[in-house]
């Protein structure tokens, strides 16, 4: 009885055995593009830069994300924490920091077109499976914007990593309104030490930096099978 079992189960193998060879590669670039957006979901809602301060027996700490801004204060055993929006956040703080707000608006921008871009790849493609009965001209066209998506999703992801490498000068141009400036090290450098004070980037910069390499995989992985078995 496993005899006929065995055999029907070789020839729905090889019978499905082209379409293996020809969406195989898609699906790996699908599977990685999920893992390209899912990591562009996490730098969306994480925090991209970290302060640490220490004023006499004072710690200060303040956590950047897009949405919002966290700050910490430790004096001895007594830890306050606040959280708010971007808008409260400038509004309780001396100088207000304008620049550095758009700096994050446009970060947020380019990031979440990255994950847009990504998201397309993976809808586009399962679109073709599922749409496989359309004329090859409407194929054609899906493969195009998966194929384009997939330039623009490390192309976006890059601009905003590299964009953000200005949160020292945009700090600087926020506190140069300032009589007073307690800037210190912090707006010359990206990322620093000085004493118990420390400031630099944080997971969310990191993530999306990860997921631009990840992206330009994807890219090849699209053009290599569209060499290889062309706009089906």
């Not at 999920?34 to 562009?40: E, H, K």
């Not at 808008?87 to 380019?110: D, F």
Request: hydrophobic share 45%.
């Amino acid at each position: 009885k496993g005899v006929p079992l065995s055999i029907l189960v070789c020839q729905l193998v090889s019978s499905n055995m082209g379409w293996g060879h020809k969406h195989s590669s898609e699906i790996i670039y699908v599977l990685v593009s999920f893992i390209v957006a899912g990591l562009l979901m996490v730098s969306l809602n994480v925090p991209w830069y970290h302060s640490h301060y220490v004023l006499l027996t004072t710690a200060f700490d303040v956590w950047y994300s897009f949405s919002k801004v966290k700050t910490s204060t430790t004096i001895g055993s007594t830890i306050i924490t606040q959280e708010g929006t971007w808008e409260w956040y400038n509004n309780n703080s001396a100088p207000p920091k304008n620049h550095l707000t758009s700096l994050y608006q446009l970060c947020l921008g380019l990031t979440a077109l990255a994950f847009i871009a990504a998201c397309v790849i993976i809808i586009g493609t399962a679109m073709r499976w599922v749409l496989s009965f359309l004329p090859k001209f409407f194929r054609k066209i899906l493969w195009w914007l998966t194929f384009i998506c997939s330039l623009l999703c490390p192309v976006f992801g890059l601009l905003a990593a590299l964009v953000f490498l200005r949160h020292p000068s945009a700090l600087s141009s926020d506190w140069s309104a300032s009589p007073i400036n307690l800037c210190g090290n912090s707006c010359s450098g990206f990322k620093g030490q000085e004493n118990s004070n420390t400031w630099g980037p944080s997971a969310g910069w990191v993530v999306c930096l990860v997921a631009v390499p990840l992206s330009i995989v994807v890219a090849v992985m699209i053009e290599r099978t569209r060499r290889k078995h062309g706009y089906t």
